[in-house]
């Protein structure tokens, strides 16, 4: 072998080395499980939410028996009792099965109530007579995902683990909102928290990597629409939608 051809095979080896030695990007939103730092910002978010629905209660409750002693019951406002929080706390976790997959944001934005854009578009197509295979059957396309699924079990998790923070945070510090106390204080290292910041807008849409406005997102689809009921344009595939 001349030394020109293996000086290219020397060089070809050390680009193919370098390329497989390159880590996956951070920013591939397409498939994961959800961090920590998601898992408590919807468990803050749930709480909270929760809570605001009785937060403003007149009812009474008396506690304790009365004795002999002539010692009366005492009488504690709901809307600072442990019993509303205990209430708040059953079965919080199941509300995150609430939750879908929104895979075409990006972030903690992803995990949101209602239907995806993307499942949207492909029970669009379905109903228009286009054939679509994701695997599963069209009766269990509404299913709780892996993802959620795990963030529900991670809840739970965190639930069980921090009980107590919750508990302090509301018989003493709910000045502070829940996520802040908790997450930030409690169960995240600072590094770990910019999920937090992240706040929906109707921006914050990924597609191949770059944001997309809920207009652009819009025109699209039916650019895609009309691709796909012209004559001489194949079916795509729906992990491409």
């Not at 919080?92 to 609430?98: T, V």
């Amino acid at each position: 072998m001349g030394p020109v051809r293996l000086g290219m095979l020397l060089f070809i080896l050390a680009v193919y080395g370098a390329w497989v030695a390159t880590p996956k990007e951070e920013d591939d939103d397409t498939e994961r499980l959800p961090s920590k730092c998601e898992v408590c910002k919807l468990l803050s978010l749930e709480l909270q939410e929760k809570l605001s629905r009785t937060g403003r209660s007149r009812e009474v409750l008396e506690l304790g028996q009365v004795l002999d002693t002539g010692k009366r019951k005492r009488h504690i406002p709901y809307s600072v009792s442990e019993t509303r929080l205990e209430e708040a706390l059953e079965n919080l976790c199941d509300r995150i099965l609430d939750y879908s997959v929104h895979a075409e944001r990006k972030g903690s934005l992803r995990y949101a109530k209602g239907q995806s854009q993307t499942m949207a578009t492909l029970k669009g197509l379905v109903q228009k007579g286009v054939k679509v295979d994701l695997g599963i059957p069209l009766e269990l396309w509404d299913e709780p995902s892996v993802e959620v699924t795990f963030l529900k079990k991670q809840c739970e998790t965190m639930l069980e683990e921090f009980e107590d923070v919750v508990g302090d945070w509301y018989f003493h510090h709910q000045e502070q909102p829940l996520q802040h106390f908790l997450c930030e204080g409690h169960v995240l290292p600072p590094a770990e928290t910019a999920c937090l910041q992240e706040t929906w807008t109707g921006k914050e849409k990924i597609m191949d990597g770059q944001e997309k406005t809920e207009g652009e997102e819009e025109e699209e689809e039916e650019g895609e629409e009309e691709r796909i009921n012209t004559p001489g344009h194949s079916k795509r595939d729906p992990e491409d939608l």
